[in-house]
């Protein structure tokens, strides 16, 4: 079970600057109403990974595969990728992981924070430089950044909403 929260972020914040950035490729062999099937490749470790549908908490389960199968299925996710830089900030007890995208999703930052429970899901105060908070809208998952690309095009940067 993944429970997690996320948020928009405008800038990398000085706290990030020391931790390591990894590169990820990911992309989806399938999106659908009940689950989405993702392969990924962080440096040298490849993975499938089965997610049910949900908001703050959902099904996750992950494979590691050999490189040679995920480079067999990565032309079937043609069209329903995305790559982003990766790093994990210690905030407390809690570790964000900011995710800096790039391609067709250039600019887009994104705090995940993942949690044991719902009650240290909704305990949790996000830091400062976390912008609008994004859990429940379904267009900042990566499964719909794949497909359709950034949810506030064509106004690259701006965060959605009324006050923009």
């Not at 040298?44 to 490189?67: D, M, N, W, Y």
């Not at 996710?77 to 964000?96: H, M």
């Not at 909704?122 to 430089?129: G, K, L, S, T, V």
């Amino acid at each position: 079970m993944e429970i997690e929260r996320k948020f928009l972020v405008r800038e990398i914040p000085a706290t990030a600057m020391g931790t390591e950035a990894r590169a990820i490729s990911q992309g989806y062999l399938a999106t659908g109403p009940d689950a989405e099937v993702r392969l990924r490749r962080i440096d040298e470790a490849c993975v499938l990974t089965v997610k049910g549908q949900g908001g703050l908490a959902r099904v996750e389960e992950e494979f590691p595969i050999g490189s040679r199968s995920f480079d067999a299925l990565w032309p079937l996710t043609a069209k329903r990728r995305i790559e982003k830089v990766r790093r994990r900030i210690p905030f407390g007890n809690d570790v964000i992981e900011l995710d800096h995208f790039g391609g067709r999703l250039a600019g887009l930052m994104i705090a995940e924070v993942e949690f044991t429970s719902t009650e240290a899901a909704a305990a949790f105060e996000p830091p400062d430089w976390f912008g609008p908070e994004v859990t429940a809208d379904h267009r900042y998952k990566n499964a719909w950044l794949a497909r359709h690309g950034r949810p506030d095009e064509p106004e690259a940067g701006r965060f959605p909403g009324p006050s923009g």
